[in-house]
């Protein structure tokens, strides 16, 4: 596997770059559009992950039995963190999918070396891996920081994961890693992103603008908004 | 990201280092007891194409003279606005541009289609009633 060349150009010429993180709630609602603009479009997008340092920038909290236990949260990133949750669940809610917050701040880095395996060895099947992971995981029944549990979902996605293991361990992680570390001095710190075009676009709202750059930016441009699904993507996940 | 959005709606909005202070036009808009849109309107322009002070009491005063409104000085005052953002805390909103509708907070203008929705069902219901 390939080292990326630049956080900001895609890998094989695709027309736009999307970062995600398997612990974004954000990133989780965003899922199902993209993937219906690249079926719009005919197109497939340079996905590759962003694993966020929270604590960074929201403190960092654990819970127990519904509780808080441990937390250097300010009260106004408790109302932004509450927000956020309520924010994602409401509309993923609309896509017939259960949002459960986290206990803990997870760490998603094998999971998203995850989405390397899946896109360098059955690109098409990504979706499907992301549908093995996201889902369960956001209903709490998915231990992503079990290598066994992610090397069963890209299993259940239909790709092999023979070799998996070694690899989130060995190139898999050293890639990740080196992507890591070049996102933050270009400006690209959030999930999801898109980059096209040159442009940083973070937030699932620029989803309307991601389409109008890739149509020839035909008539004004959009401005930002969540679009809504007419139907839920999925039967609810009673 | 804002500027993206300026750049491509040729509005030629100003960012400043650091955000002013709008306190003054704040209070005028939590004292008014009127349709408060084209106070609100003259006052964004104000702010963000042609760079103005929102809390120096002669601009504010004049926008509320543009805006058609009569003004007294009571508008200045703060009384209206702490309350509002007492209430606005109590409802969980923490940031601007924020709707509360149907006891829901929504934060920010990417929300449009779904609050369009809920106005959209709102007025059916009333139009069958």
Sequence with gaps: ?238 | MHEIYADLSDTPMHFRPKPGNSDLALNVLANLSVDPTTFVSRAYDAYWIEGKDLNDAVVVEQLVTDAGLHFSAELLQSKAIDTSIEQAQAQGVFEVPAFVIEEQVFIGREHMPWLREIVAKKNQTLSLN
Aim: contains cysteine; hydrophobic residues 40%; glycine residues 8%.
């Design chain 1, 1 to 238: 596997m390939q080292h990326y060349e630049s956080p900001l150009i895609a890998t094989a010429g695709q027309p736009a770059i999307v970062y995600i993180d398997i612990k974004s709630p954000y990133a989780f609602v965003a899922l199902k559009p993209i993937f219906a603009l690249e079926r719009e479009l005919g197109v497939q997008f340079d996905w590759r992950p962003l694993t966020l340092d929270i604590p960074s920038y929201l403190g960092s909290a654990k819970k127990k039995a519904g509780k808080v236990v441990e937390s250097n949260r300010s009260a106004s990133q408790w109302s932004g963190v509450k927000y956020a949750y309520r924010d994602a669940r409401r509309y993923i809610e609309r896509q017939g999918y259960i949002l459960k917050g986290t206990e803990k701040i997870w760490d998603s880095s094998i999971a998203n070396i995850g989405i390397l395996w899946v896109v360098e060895h059955a690109r098409d099947k990504l979706e499907a891996y992301l549908e093995a992971v996201y889902p369960p995981f956001w209903r709490r029944e998915l231990d992503i920081e079990d290598v066994a549990v992610v090397a069963a979902c890209i299993t259940a996605a239909g790709v092999d994961a023979d070799g998996f293991e070694a690899f989130q361990a060995g190139i898999g992680k050293a890639v990740h890693d080196q992507l890591q570390g070049q996102l933050h001095s270009n400006n690209i710190y959030g999930v999801p992103t898109y980059v096209v075009d040159g442009q940083i676009l973070f937030g699932r709202e620029h989803l309307p603008l991601v389409r109008w750059h890739l149509t020839g930016k035909q008539g004004d441009a959009p401005d930002i908004c969540y679009e809504l699904n007419s139907e839920p993507y999925l039967k609810p996940n009673t």
